[in-house]
């Protein structure tokens, strides 16, 4: 699974490349403002913080939700108090976009993350000159030394970097490449099952000064209850807000959790 996605979205970044070529895109990234403290953002108060996702779709559970304005979603989400905004960014299983992402960066000043299966420079640069402040690194899709260069890359853009893991030895090898930024997933991406326990098992191994992200199976205020009290300091939630109702009252209610 992780694998098709990543070669989809390699193979759109290679389409975009055919009329915006590197050189160009690198021109946009370096002219961006730049980039917003994401690590301050994630690890602020005594509360946990939100990174609220725009989703329109994905491979488990299909289509959630249309969003037509994506740059409205994310002012609500803002307007609930969230910390960062998530943009899906992946065309073929989540139906985002880079214009997605450019609308939503115009419509909030929090953080914005890029949330796309990267595998590639050209990915990263694309990412901040649509304005990202953050990128996503998955670490199951990535060989150690490939994680580590893209990090590097990323951070010398002045961006912060999201590291992702699955499983503990995932999440040793985001501490061994440094990873400021470490979540942890808790969907089996083979199954799709959630493992919400998984967070709170890593929780204690996490160093300090090490921003602690618990990603997925949060559909209630206790399950942002259950990662806050396992030492979470920001939780990433799709479903749950793009499914609901009123998505600003929903993430104050996660708030006060
Ligand atoms: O959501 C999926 O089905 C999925 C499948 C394969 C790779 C990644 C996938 N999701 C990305 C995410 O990590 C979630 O969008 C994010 O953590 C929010 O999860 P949720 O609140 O459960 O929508």
Aim: glycine residues 6%.
């Amino acid at each position: 699974m992780l694998d098709d996605l990543l070669q989809g979205s390699l193979e759109d970044a290679a389409r975009r490349r055919a009329e915006a070529p590197t050189v160009e895109v690198e021109r946009l990234a370096l002219a961006q403002a730049p980039a917003l403290d994401a690590v301050a953002a994630l690890s602020r108060g005594e509360q946990v913080n939100i990174i609220a996702e725009v989703k329109r779709a994905s491979p488990s559970r299909g289509r959630l939700a249309n969003i037509p304005d994506p740059a409205a979603l994310a002012s609500l989400y803002e307007c609930g108090g969230a910390a960062a905004i998530s943009v899906l960014t992946e065309e073929r299983k989540f139906l985002g976009s880079l214009d997605d992402l450019r609308a939503v960066r115009e419509a909030v000043s929090i953080p914005v993350l890029r949330k796309e299966f990267i595998g590639e420079e050209y990915q990263i640069l694309e990412a901040r000159a649509a304005g990202a402040d953050l990128i996503l690194l998955i670490v199951a899709s990535l060989e150690q030394p490939l994680l580590a260069r893209l990090k590097t890359f990323a951070e010398q853009l002045g961006m912060t970097v999201l590291v992702e893991a699955h499983t503990r030895e995932e999440f040793q090898r985001g501490l061994d490449v440094d990873a400021k930024v470490l979540g942890v997933n808790a969907r089996d991406l083979k199954t799709f099952e959630m493992h919400p326990e998984l967070f709170g098992e890593l929780a204690p191994e996490y160093p300090a000064g090490v921003v602690r992200v618990a990603e997925s199976a949060v559909l209630k205020p206790e399950h942002v209850r259950a990662y806050r009290d396992a030492g979470a300091d920001a939780v990433l939630v799709g479903e749950a807000l793009v499914t609901g109702d009123d998505p600003e009252a929903t993430i104050k209610e996660f708030l006060q959790a």
